[in-house]
T-cell receptor
Framework: AQSVSQHNHHVILSEAASLELGCNYS??????LFWYVQYPGQHLQLLLK??????LVKGIKGFEAEFIKSKFSFNLRKPSVQWSDTAEYFC?????????????FGGGTRVLVKP | DGGITQSPKYLFRKEGQNVTLSCEQN?????MYWYRQDPGQGLRLIYY???????QKGDIAEGYSVSREKKESFPLTVTSAQKNPTAFYLC???????????FGPGTRLLVL
């Protein structure tokens, strides 16, 4: 069964610091990759996704992620965080062509940005 | 205003009681999903439906049931067989299998 690992459960950093959140998955086939964000009291929303093409994808709010197939990784980055980036971040993977489009989520990383 | 609505926002369940969580979407999406969110465990798939009148079990279906009688509606029933129902429940939909899933605001279920 496929699994998704997010290495950090909690990250605390100051405004203007750079952020990188790790995500690794276990499935060896072709995958679609997602990062979702859950701001306090808000819906889970899509930050960015990778289906194919350029492995460096850009999302909303200045976030980007790089798909490295050889490392089964899809790390999320932001060069300079703001207080408003305080949220929980989830990496998710689905196997392309799998019945039901089952999304497997990582355990999430809570990010706290100190003003 | 298109989107996914879930109700109620908070729900309380007594021992031995079945409760039903509502999920409605007006996005004309074919596929709908129910997830359970627990701290530190991410989201886990309970049930999904790719088309009206059809649904499949996810990873943690025991103690839950669903129906998909209409394209826009996918209610989830938490039965008395679910021994640890306290969680945050999220409904999602996608235009089709393999496409991006969009999430509702969630329902928090608490056991009295």
């Amino acid at each position: 069964a496929q699994s998704v690992s997010q290495h950090n459960h909690h990250v605390i950093l100051s405004e203007a610091a750079s952020l990188e959140l790790g995500c690794n998955y276990s499935y060896g086939g072709t995958v679609n990759l997602f990062w979702y964000v859950q701001y306090p009291g808000q819906h889970l929303q899509l930050l960015l996704k990778y289906f194919s093409g350029d492995p460096l994808v850009k999302g909303i709010k200045g976030f980007e992620a790089e798909f490295i197939k050889s490392k089964f990784s899809f790390n999320l980055r932001k060069p300079s965080v703001q207080w408003s980036d305080t949220a929980e971040y989830f990496c998710a993977v689905t196997r392309r062509g799998a019945a039901g489009n089952k999304l497997t989520f990582g355990g999430g990383t809570r990010v706290l940005v100190k003003p | 205003d298109g989107g996914i609505t879930q109700s109620p926002k908070y729900l309380f369940r007594k021992e031995g009681q079945n409760v039903t969580l509502s999920c409605e979407q007006n996005l004309n999406h074919d596929a709908m999903y129910w997830y359970r969110q627990d701290p530190g465990q991410g989201l886990r798939l309970i049930y999904y439906s790719q088309i009206v009148n059809d649904f499949q079990k996810g990873d943690i279906a025991e103690g839950y049931s669903v129906s998909r009688e209409k394209k826009e509606s996918f209610p989830l029933t938490v039965t008395s067989a679910q021994k640890n129902p306290t969680a945050f429940y999220l409904c999602a939909s996608s235009i089709g299998s393999g496409e991006t899933q969009y999430f509702g605001p969630g329902t928090r279920l608490l056991v009295l």
